[in-house]
């Protein structure tokens, strides 16, 4: 597995367990809101839930609110994290 | 006037109860336990690990949110909404009532309670002080609000009337009843699920009560621990729990068929404007809310067969509430049966309420007094007929229900039993 398929499928199932949805329905081109049923609250504390989970003693993730609202669909998030350089 | 002079539509009824306590979840297992003299305390493993002057509680550790909403709702909803959601919907289905037949806009919710998300807050502070500000969840506040088990219990059931809270301690849901009834009898709403749930049987919560010296130490023997108006009581035994009535109108009842439990005539308040945690001494707040609980219900105290007592087993309460009950009733305190049901589901505190509504409520329907159990050595500060130990068959006309809370607000029902 490459490291961005092993990226993609940690964020996969992070969102899914994060908004209560079967893994199956978390794919790339699906959209937070519309397709995985989640809401503004829902989306702050996904992205504390990435923030968590990403961050390492050498480098603490912090995404800032502005970026937090340009993400609507998972490609956004995956590619937001590639560009933050998350791997 | 008597309540049967009052027409079909000024008289208010409770058709569904639903517990979800330390002694049973659905009116089933909970009359049970509660005719079989059954205790719901346990020594509880996250207070042991704690290492805690009180060990004890009367905690609900099979409770299941996901039984009774989805796991996703449950999620955004501190335990003692889940609770309270999971009892709107066991009494909504003990009173065989189709929600969507009802008018959604002339449904409340009044589900009342002590405390709210208190142990939302603590692990929240902890999140903050480790992790940062950042790290605060987005539910925080949505999640431990104390309105938030009515609000939660409106968005689930679709309830679109009134959403009423109180925050009254241990009177909480005492109250619940007396504003139900005032919300149908002014008609505001048709229907309403009324009730109270509490949950902090926490380290934060139990060291607060143990700090007060309000509990019990009995930590070998938890089921003995509750033992109101004993000789030998030291404290409360703290629980948690929801319990949520649907009151309707007879009218409205007697038109669906329903069963019928009880009738609320009517209810009393007052403050004893005292201190924050003792009662009055005198119990003169607690006599002044049951006299007014009986002018409220058009009542004579000697009309009165039976008193839910507030009953905590703290050494102070039991022996006033008794002090008050001969205030208010005279030498006819020594015709009437009194128990506490806190002896076996130990103090549910914003829950207490409607607990000892429902349970009064189906001792009128049965014809059988629920006990207080670990009654075994007199006190003689508290000389009524506690119905110790075992239950008592015996048909009454009219009971009061008693809730006294920190802070001295005191809150007390009249339910009637109705003939069919």
Redesign the interface.
Known sequence: MSDDASLQSRVCQLVADQLRQPLEKVTAEAHLIDDLDADSLDIVDLTIAIEEEFSTDDHQLEIPEEDAAEIRTMQDLLDYLATAGVS | MTASDRSADERVVITGIGPVTPIGTGVDAFWESLTQGRSGARRVPELIEAGLKVQIAADIPEFEPADYM???SA??MARFAQLGVAAARLAVADAGLDLEAVEAERAAAVINTGGGGVTTIAQQSEVLNE?GP??V???FV?MMAGNMASCQVSIELGLRGPALTSLAACAASVYAFIDSRRLLLDGEADIALAGGTESNVSALGISGLANMQALSRRNDDPEAASRPFDADRDGFVFGEGAVVCVIESLQSARARGARIYAEVLGGGRSADAYHITAPDPDGDGAARAMSAALRSARLNPDQIGYICAHGTSTPLNDAIETRAIRTVFGSHADALAVSSVKSMTGHLMGAAGALSGAATALALYHGVLPPTINLDTADPACDLDYVPNTARDSVIDAAIVNGFGFGGQNGVAVLARVDD
Do not use: D, L, N, Q
């Open positions: 989805e796991t996703k999620r955004r992790k950042g790290r969840s987005a539910m949505p």
